[in-house]
């Protein structure tokens, strides 16, 4: 399977922990983006990496959340003292050259907090 | 800032009959893509079709076929033939081609198929 693997598919935390999540992209996509989806919305933009390089970050993405992607290949998103809201399903996207291609999602990451 | 309105929760159809999805979007931008997902129960989201505001004529894809207004902002997906696999949250999406990357999606419409 060469689509995007995001793990673990369900994190369940208590309230002040932090956590991160991984997303493996589509081995020759670039562009590598992160969304989080809370129930009955749509997926809202979190931020996006072409390569290493962070180009974009959200509004909604506050000081305790932090997204790297060190080599351009994989990415983590961490979110430090978790609270109430942040539960939400975490989604990752890929899309291959200078952002004209369709993004192709993982599963996602449903996190949860206690 | 672009929004995307999919004005329909949910919307029922039988099975092998055609169903039509609603969106529209507010922009200001003359270039752009539209796109339709799919998201079954549980599983992950899936391009349907997308559409390049440059170009007149609508995508279609299959049993897909989508209605594109760009005056009228409007972007709405026909399935034809439906089947029990068409089930699913179907969510609408802008993406800017100049300013920004992100796509902004729509609330999403449940598709129920009834056999």
């Known amino acids: 399977d060469t689509g995007v693997s995001q793990n673990p598919r369900h994190k369940i935390t208590k309230r002040g922990q932090n956590v991160t999540f991984r997303c493996d992209p589509i081995?020759?996509?670039?562009?590598l983006y992160w969304y989080r989806q809370t129930l009955g919305q749509g997926p809202e933009f979190l931020t996006y990496f072409q390569n290493e390089a962070q180009l974009e970050k959200s509004r909604l993405l506050s000081d305790r959340f932090s997204a790297e992607r060190p080599k351009g290949s994989f990415s983590t998103l961490e979110i430090q003292r978790t609270e109430q809201g942040d539960s939400a399903m975490y989604l990752c996207a890929s899309s291959q050259g200078a952002g004209r291609g369709p993004q192709h999602f993982g599963d996602g990451t449903r996190l949860s907090i206690l | 800032a672009q929004t995307v309105t999919q004005s329909q929760p949910e919307m029922s159809v039988q099975e092998a009959e055609t169903v039509t999805l609603s969106c529209t979007y507010d922009t200001s931008e003359s270039d752009y893509y539209l796109f339709w997902y799919k998201q079954p129960p549980s599983r992950q989201m899936i391009l349907v079709i997308r559409?390049?505001?440059?170009?007149?004529q609508n995508a279609t894809e299959n049993r897909f076929s989508v209605n594109f207004q760009k005056a009228a902002k409007s972007f709405s997906l026909k399935i034809s033939d439906s089947q029990l696999g068409d089930a699913a949250m179907y969510f609408c999406a802008y993406r800017s081609v100049k300013i920004n990357n992100d796509m902004r999606f729509g609330a999403g419409t449940r598709l129920t198929v009834k056999p």
């Open positions: 559409q390049e505001a440059y170009k007149q």
């Open positions: 081995s020759e996509h670039n562009r």
